[in-house]
């Protein structure tokens, strides 16, 4: 390791002990940052690397709810406003037993730099809580979203900070959530994107994060002058980004094999069509089932435990959660002949693997730039409730595809190394590059 990402990463892990996941997302951005930073040593001088990793505010509090049988549950919420300096902080919630002061504080360090190479003005944060909405019923998830809303109200806004989904937060949360806010400040305003249509929520929002993945794999394939057609692809996990980048790979002529929960997966060598996609919907967005349940409804394989990653395919789509993809796995699907992993999750692949990928020179979209329409899209719900319109499906998703392109070519831009591009240092430095600058057009704040 370079002797100046060693030391700031001693600094990073002794100010922040035990949260590795934040050390690795950290890591790797300085990686590709501080030779840049090397080269201008403006931002060295205004210490930019060592303020963008420290969170502007972190707030952690008290979930008291009570379930169905009468019992009093408590759980823990937190949400960690990161970064403001380009608008106010944007990303997820994330509603999973696994959430922790580490995983978030990684999510919401990457998403600076992903909404900053949206072009978009919104600063980086990231929120939720170890709640399980598995098991739950819709009336235990409603009380939980009240009394998560009830102290996370204080701390949001418009102008402040605007929240969305995540893991475990869809549509139905997010209807609650905003009901609560609502009724405490009496107020109708665009505190939370994500919302249902018929109460300010933009056409191709649920879409964005699966198709805006699936556009920049297209891109990435274009450099090599190679389209979809044909293409065998897997892909990982079931839920809102995984579904949706099984419908764009089907209208772009792809054929999608698998997908997975965190039970097991399924493989599909037939592909899975529009129909059996249909199914899946209904099976995790209505009945919230188990893939299982695919496999049984269409005989095809079930794997229990595994992740599609040992499957043949010409490209790969890790849609599930961080970590999904060891180095065995890696060099699997090199082995296999995958040319292209654009991820629809944050950080699926763990370093040694995304190692893996850039020695193989395979096309790697790093996901802080692949799954950045969702966020995008966001953004695009922000304006139109700022200007209280309502754009078309078309229009929202020609803006979204223009974004993925635009994501694409800064990149190219920046992570151009002799006639490959490196989509890890080019999404690293393009995005850091605004965010830096603005910081120092902003003073020591
Ligand atoms: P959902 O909750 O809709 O779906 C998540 C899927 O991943 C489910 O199939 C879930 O299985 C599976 N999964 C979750 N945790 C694990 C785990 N620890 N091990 C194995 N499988 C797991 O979430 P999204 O589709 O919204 O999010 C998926 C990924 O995409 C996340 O990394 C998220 O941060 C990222 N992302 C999402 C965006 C969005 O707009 N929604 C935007 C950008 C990134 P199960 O049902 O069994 O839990």
Excluded at 227 to 236: A, D, E, N, Q
Excluded at 326 to 336: G, I, P, R, T
Excluded at 418 to 425: E, F, T
Aim: aromatic letters at 8%; glycine letters at 10%.
């Amino acid at each position: 390791m370079d002797k100046n990402v060693e030391l700031f990463m001693e600094g990073i892990i002794q100010r922040n002990p035990g949260e590795k996941e934040f050390h690795q997302a950290v890591q790797e951005v300085a990686e590709s940052i501080m030779p840049f930073i090397n080269k201008n040593p403006k931002y060295k001088k205004a210490k930019i690397l060592e303020r963008i990793a420290e969170p502007e505010r972190v707030i952690m509090f008290r979930i008291p709810w009570m379930d169905d049988s009468g019992e009093v549950q408590i759980n823990r919420g937190y949400r960690i406003q990161m970064n403001s300096t380009i608008g106010p902080y944007k990303g997820g919630l994330r509603f999973h037993p696994s959430v922790n002061l580490s995983i978030l504080k990684f999510l919401a360090f990457e998403q600076v730099f992903k909404n900053s190479l949206t072009t978009l003005p919104m600063g980086g944060g990231k929120g939720g809580s170890n709640f399980d909405p598995k098991g739950k019923t819709d009336n235990e998830v409603m009380r939980f979203c009240q009394s998560f809303m009830a102290e996370l109200f204080r701390h949001i806004g418009p102008n402040t900070d605007v929240p969305a989904g995540d893991i475990g937060v869809g549509g139905r949360e997010i209807g609650f959530l905003f009901g609560q806010y609502k009724k405490i400040r009496n107020e109708f305003s665009g505190i939370l994107t994500g919302k249902a249509l018929n109460w300010g929520g933009s056409l191709i929002r649920p879409e964005a994060t699966g198709y805006g993945c699936v556009y920049f794999a297209e891109e990435m394939m274009k450099t090599r002058k190679e389209t979809l057609k044909g293409k065998i692809c897997t892909v990982s996990g079931s839920g809102n980004v995984a579904q949706y980048t099984v419908e764009k790979l089907n209208q772009l002529g792809a054929k999608p094999v698998t997908l997975s929960d965190s039970n097991g997966m399924i493989y599909d060598p037939d592909g899975i069509d529009d129909k059996k996609l249909e199914y899946v919907m209904e099976l995790k967005n209505v009945r919230r089932g188990r893939i299982k349940e695919y496999a049984e409804k269409y005989g095809v394989t079930y794997e229990e435990g595994k992740r599609p990653w040992h499957i043949k395919c010409d490209m790969a789509f890790p849609s599930a959660t961080q970590n999904e993809i060891n180095k065995s796995e890696a060099k699997k699907l090199v082995d296999n002949g995958c040319t292209c992993v654009s991820e629809g999750a944050n950080m699926p692949s763990e370093p040694d693997a995304i190692n893996v990928f850039i020695n193989a020179k395979i096309l790697y979209g790093p996901g802080k730039a692949a799954n950045a329409g969702g966020v995008a899209t966001s953004g695009l719900e922000m304006s139109q409730n700022s200007l209280k319109l309502s754009w078309s499906r078309e229009e929202v998703d020609e803006r979204l595809h223009n974004i993925m392109k635009s994501i694409h070519s800064s990149c190219v831009k920046y992570g151009k190394e002799g006639n490959i591009v490196n989509y890890v240092n080019g999404a690293n430095i393009a995005g850091f590059v605004k965010v830096a600058d603005a910081m120092l057009d902003q003073g020591l704040i």
